[in-house]
């Protein structure tokens, strides 16, 4: 079984490098991050999304992290992290197959132990449902976001500033504290959140932020998506930005993505770095709703 799952990392390795050597608009092979703060706080979460409303199946393997410094917070699907540490491996820029075999021996004890997951089958070796990253700069109230469409990144800013919230005074507990509730409407979506003032840091999942405590469950309305955390513990460990991708908004990001044009960016400027849209409609919404 071991081989066989190390085969699987190897054979998704090489994909990965042929996807993203296909033009010289992609990320770069080998990105340069930058140590922005220094994160005191990590925090997870179970993070479980509608992938189809036709079929109501669910999309529930992402584990979503938050690094939480004292200027800076990032958060990410677990997934897109572990692939990008295997897309930077030493050995990745080489089809010879015996280095990568050495460095996947060497290092999978490590890599398994960073995902209590991996290594579960090959469904998890992919970059996961939303290959995204969430910066927030405390000091500029700036959120910026990295994220992808196929092989080509993005990047888009906008305001940091907390979510409309109303607490209620329902209260239950969660990985025992004391939790209260919350709710908000944001982006097309009615959410309910639970926090806890036990955990005084104004910090959720996403974007989500401005409660008088950590936010321990998120969710909307629908059922839709659903962030509740598993876990939280003191750390002292850098983080990383890699700003890379395409400058764009946020409203014609979504529209791509979606699969909608947006009037700012020309199908035919796009057609120039290889991607293609349909007008089809997906099968699920965005968290936010309002690029329609």
């Given amino acids: 079984m071991k081989k066989v799952n190390l085969l699987i990392l190897l054979l998704f390795s090489v994909l990965f490098y ?63 992290f572990y692939m990008d540490s295997i897309h930077n491996n030493p050995y990745r820029m080489t089809f010879n197959l015996e280095p990568q075999i050495k460095y996947f021996e060497e290092n999978s004890h490590a890599l398994a132990a960073r995902d209590p997951a991996a290594l579960a089958g090959a469904e998890k070796f992919s970059r996961g449902f939303f290959p995204f990253y969430v910066y927030k700069d405390l000091k500029k109230d700036k959120i910026t976001v990295v994220d992808n469409i196929s092989v080509y990144s993005f990047t888009y800013e906008e305001e940091l500033k907390p979510q409309g919230w109303t607490i209620m005074e329902d209260t239950m507990t969660i990985l025992g504290y004391s939790c209260q509730k919350a709710v908000c409407s944001f982006r097309g979506r009615d959410w309910e959140a639970w926090f806890t003032s036990e955990i005084p840091i104004s910090e959720g999942p996403w974007k989500f932020c401005g409660l008088p405590g950590l936010i321990t469950k998120l969710e909307d309305s629908e059922s839709h998506c659903i962030f509740e955390m598993n876990s939280f ?41 290889g991607i293609v849209y349909s007008s089809e409609k997906k099968q699920y919404d965005h968290i936010e709703r309002d690029y329609k």
């Fill in 18 to 80: 042929i996807g993203c050597g296909t033009t010289k608009e992609t990320t770069p092979p080998l990105r340069n991050s930058n140590v922005v703060d220094t994160a005191k706080y990590k925090c997870t979460y179970n993070f479980k999304f509608l992938a189809d409303t036709i079929t109501m199946r669910y999309r529930d393997h992402d584990l979503y992290v938050i690094q939480i410094g004292e200027n800076f917070t990032k958060s990410y699907c677990y997934q897109v």
């Fill in 233 to 273: 513990q003191k750390v002292n460990e850098p983080i990383h930005t890699f700003v890379v991708g395409r400058k764009i908004d946020r409203i014609s990001f979504l529209k791509l993505l979606m699969g909608r044009t947006g009037v700012d960016l020309a199908a035919m400027d796009l057609e120039k770095v």
